[in-house]
């Protein structure tokens, strides 16, 4: 089977490195050209592919994402309906970004940032302790990340309590919450809030001036979903009348962060490049396998998306 790169920011031939080998003996990967088209291709694996990308497939049937996200392809223009968009589950993924979200909540639980500035100033002065009983985490999202992230906070002893669009099961201890009414009644108890959630019309803008006021007072942000997310003039209204004090972010609108943006230098903001975590390319060419096997059944592939949801 022929599968096609599809990506106008990176070269995914160059990306996947040395997983291709194992993946030619049965899956011919190839490039994609600016003009013509070609019947033969099946497949693409695709990151922020070009607009006009799938009208020069007509027989393509599935297109894998390199990552969990897929809003970047369901977003492209010329994806076609009949087309399965497939994204990557990856274990090892959601334990890196639980160990970079554990992080942030202990640096605000430990209140940190204020030793940093002492440190700073030559200031030696104890800060009263503060048990991890105290500090409630609440996440946007309870995806496969999501279910990892809370586990490995609620061990550790943080109250934890997790929103989702509809109802979903939840494990002892952690609070399950849903709808609109159930993220304003989970935001009142909230002074961590960690984003996890994929990008769809109606969670564009979500993390904005109304949910940082239902906040504890006081409260931290960890933005590891999508830029988009987030509306950084809210943000950073927030931070000035210390509605929130401080947030961790990880993902931006443009990305790089452009060098004249307020984010960089403020001082209640830690900035990443989108670094919080990062598929494995063994989980990329396992999934590339699954869909091949899929589309030679005709069979619907493993973690296809729900096109009408977006995830």
Avoid at 111 to 118: C, E, G, H, I, P
Avoid at 176 to 192: I, N, P, S, W
Wanted: proline content about 7%; aromatic content about 6%; hydrophobic content about 45%.
């Amino acid at each position: 089977m022929r599968c096609v790169f599809l990506s106008k920011s990176l070269d995914l031939r160059d990306y996947l490195g040395t997983e291709i080998p194992h993946l030619a003996d049965r899956i011919e990967l190839v490039d994609h050209r600016d003009d013509g088209t070609d019947a033969d291709i099946q497949m693409a694996i695709a990151w922020k592919p070009p607009d006009d990308a799938f009208a020069r497939y007509p027989n393509l049937q599935a297109v894998c994402s390199i990552g969990a996200g897929v809003d970047n392809i369901l977003a492209c223009p010329s994806l076609r309906p009949d087309i399965d968009v497939v994204r990557v589950v990856d274990p090892a993924q959601a334990q890196m970004m639980s160990g970079f979200v554990i992080w942030h909540v202990i640096w605000h639980q430990r209140r940190f940032a204020t030793y940093l500035a002492q440190q700073r100033d030559q200031i030696w002065r104890r800060l009263r302790q503060r048990a991890v009983q105290e500090v409630p985490v609440a996440l946007l999202g309870y995806g496969e990340i999501g279910q990892r992230v809370a586990a490995d906070l609620a061990m550790l002893g943080f109250p934890v309590m997790a929103w989702s669009r509809t109802e979903k099961p939840m494990p002892a201890g952690i609070i399950g919450y849903h709808g609109h009414d159930g993220l304003a009644d989970m935001l009142a108890r909230t002074e961590v809030l960690v984003n996890l959630l994929p990008l769809t019309p109606q969670t564009r803008g979500l993390l904005n001036r109304e949910t940082f006021g239902r906040m504890r007072r006081g409260g931290y942000l960890i933005q590891v979903g999508r830029g988009e997310h987030l509306v950084d003039a809210d943000l950073l209204a927030a931070l000035e009348s210390e509605q929130l004090a401080g947030a961790a972010l990880d993902v931006f609108v443009p990305e790089p962060l452009q060098p004249n943006h307020p984010f960089w230098r403020h001082p209640k903001i830690i900035v990443t490049p989108h670094d919080a975590c990062d598929v494995s390319l063994t989980a990329v060419s396992a999934t590339l396998r699954a869909t091949a096997d899929a589309v030679e059944a005709g069979r619907r592939p493993p973690h296809a998306v729900d096109r009408a949801q977006g995830y």
